[in-house]
C-alpha cells in the first residue's frame, strides 16, 4: 500500500490556536496578526505559545478548534476489506475507484497468484504471523506453504473468471461480484485533524485489522510532518487510549 498527503491546511496549527482563542478573546482574531491574538498565552516564543495552547486544548479534551484543520489523502492498493472498515466513519469524506467504470480486464491471472491486483494477508506467506482472532499459534512452514498455495490459487482462479464473465458480456458491475474482498482499491479520503485522531483512536489500536492499522500508521506519519505539535502530543499523551470525543 502507499498513502500520500495530496494537501491539507497551510498552517493548520495556526488555524486551530485562532479558533480556540476565538472563545476567549474580546478582540476580533479577523482583526488581529497570529502574535496578537496569541499575546497572553504562556511561552517564550510563538512556537512555545502554540505548544502550551494545543496541550492545553487536547488536555481539557476542547476538540472543536482541531476541525479547523482539514487534509486530503490519497490510498494505493489497499483490499476492499480495509476499504469496508474505514468507510465506516462518518466524518471523513471518500472517493473510491470504481469497480463499474474500471474493469480489471487486462491483469493477467498469473500475475495475480504473484501477488498482483489482490492484497496478500500475511498470514498466508508468514509462519511466524499470528493475527487477532486465530484459532491456532504459530504454525509450521508446510502449513503456510499449504495456505499460499489455497490463497494464491483462489485468488487467480476468480480472476480469470470475471475475464471470462466480461467475455461474454456481462458487465463489470455485475462480473465482479465473483472477485476478492482483497481486491485492491484506491481511494482519496478526506478528514479533519480531530477526526484524524479518532480515527487513530479506533484503528492504530491493538485491537484492530492488521491492514487499516498499517494504512492509519502511515496516515499518521503524514499527520505528524503536517501537524506537528498536536499529533506529537498525540502520540505521547492520548494514543493507545481508546479516547473519546469530546465537546
Ligand atoms: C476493532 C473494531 C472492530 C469493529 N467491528 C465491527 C463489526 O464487527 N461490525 C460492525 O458493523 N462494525 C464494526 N466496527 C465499526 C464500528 O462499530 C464503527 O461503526 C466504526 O468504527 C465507526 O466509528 P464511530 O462509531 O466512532 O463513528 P464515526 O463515524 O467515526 O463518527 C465519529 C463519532 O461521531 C459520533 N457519531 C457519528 N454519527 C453518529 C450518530 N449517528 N449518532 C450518534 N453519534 C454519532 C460518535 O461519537 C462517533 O464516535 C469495528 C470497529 C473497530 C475499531
Request: aromatic share 8%; net charge negative.
Amino acid at each position: 500500500m502507499e498513502v500520500q498527503l495530496l494537501e491539507a491546511t497551510e498552517n493548520p496549527e495556526e488555524i486551530i490556536c485562532k479558533g480556540a482563542r476565538n472563545d476567549y478573546s474580546e478582540a476580533f482574531v479577523g482583526d488581529q496578526s497570529f502574535e496578537e491574538t496569541m499575546a497572553t498565552v504562556d511561552g517564550e516564543d510563538i512556537e512555545e505559545k502554540k505548544e502550551t495552547l494545543i496541550g492545553h486544548l487536547l488536555s481539557h479534551g476542547h476538540y472543536g478548534p482541531f476541525e479547523h484543520a482539514n487534509a486530503v489523502f490519497a490510498v494505493k492498493g489497499i483490499s476492499r476489506s480495509c476499504m469496508a472498515q474505514i468507510t465506516r466513519h462518518r466524518h471523513v469524506s471518500f472517493d473510491v475507484r470504481s469497480m463499474r467504470y474500471v474493469s480489471f480486464d487486462e491483469v493477467d491471472p498469473a500475475d495475480v497468484r504473484e501477488g498482483e491486483m489482490v492484497v496478500t494477508p500475511p498470514s498466508a506467506t508468514d509462519p511466524d504471523w499470528v493475527g487477532r482472532n486465530q484459532k491456532t499459534g504459530q504454525v509450521d512452514e508446510e502449513t503456510v506453504a499449504e495456505r499460499e498455495e489455497v490463497f494464491r490459487e483462489s485468488v487467480a482462479r476468480s480472476v480469470e473468471e470475471y475475464q471470462r464473465l466480461l467475455d461474454l458480456g456481462m458487465p463489470p458491475e455485475d462480473a465482479r461480484f465473483v472477485l476478492p474482498i482483497g481486491t485492491e482499491v484506491n481511494m482519496v479520503m478526506s478528514m479533519n485533524a480531530r477526526m484524524l485522531m479518532h480515527v487513530a483512536d479506533m484503528r492504530a489500536a491493538a485491537d484492530a485489522q492488521w491492514e487499516i492499522r498499517e494504512m492509519t500508521e502511515r496516515v499518521l506519519d503524514l499527520a505528524a510532518e503536517w501537524c506537528p505539535i498536536t499529533f506529537e502530543y498525540y502520540d505521547e499523551h492520548m494514543r493507545n487510549r481508546k479516547n473519546r470525543l469530546a465537546p
